[in-house]
């Protein structure tokens, strides 16, 4: 029931106008979905839709992207869209500062250890990817060593 409310939330919101601005105010309610869903589908759903929301506001979707990681996120493909994100924003978003990119590289780094192998593939990618946009600020070593496990 809850994901068909969100897929429907995702089209009016598409189509813009006052059906936007109605979608707009069940922002804290969608929030609620990633943070106390026990249904990764709802929560990969509402991080969509949220993330769509506040792409438009850099220092939003920081803080969006911030507090998902914080929380318990429970299925591979919200974590893999999360990482998604998080390399997508610290790539583009020039709102960032120095502390967040470290917050948002350690949990990339954190999804190398301990998580399925698609979540561990995306994260070994997205800091491979990370490294050529930044350089030597970030640590290849484990996410070449994680890839040559998995390959």
Do not use: W
Request: aromatic share 8%; charged share 25%; with cysteine.
């Amino acid at each position: 029931m809850v994901s068909a409310a969100l897929v429907s939330m995702i089209e009016l919101y598409k189509r813009g106008g006052h059906s936007a601005e109605i979608v707009k105010k069940s922002i804290g309610e969608l929030q609620d979905k990633i943070n106390g869903s026990k249904d990764g589908f709802v929560q990969y759903q509402a991080l969509l839709l949220l993330f769509e929301l506040k792409k438009q506001d850099p220092m939003s979707c920081l803080k969006l992207l911030y507090q998902i990681t914080q929380s318990k996120v429970t299925t591979s493909i919200t974590k893999c869209q999360l990482i998604r994100y998080i390399k997508t924003s610290l790539v583009e978003n020039t709102a960032i500062d120095q502390r967040m990119a470290k917050s948002f590289i350690s949990y990339i780094e954190s999804c190398l250890a301990k998580d399925e192998d698609v979540v561990q593939f995306e994260a070994a990618k997205s800091i491979c990817e990370l490294f050529e946009v930044f350089g030597t600020g970030i640590n290849v070593e484990n996410a070449f060593q994680v890839l040559v496990q998995l390959a």
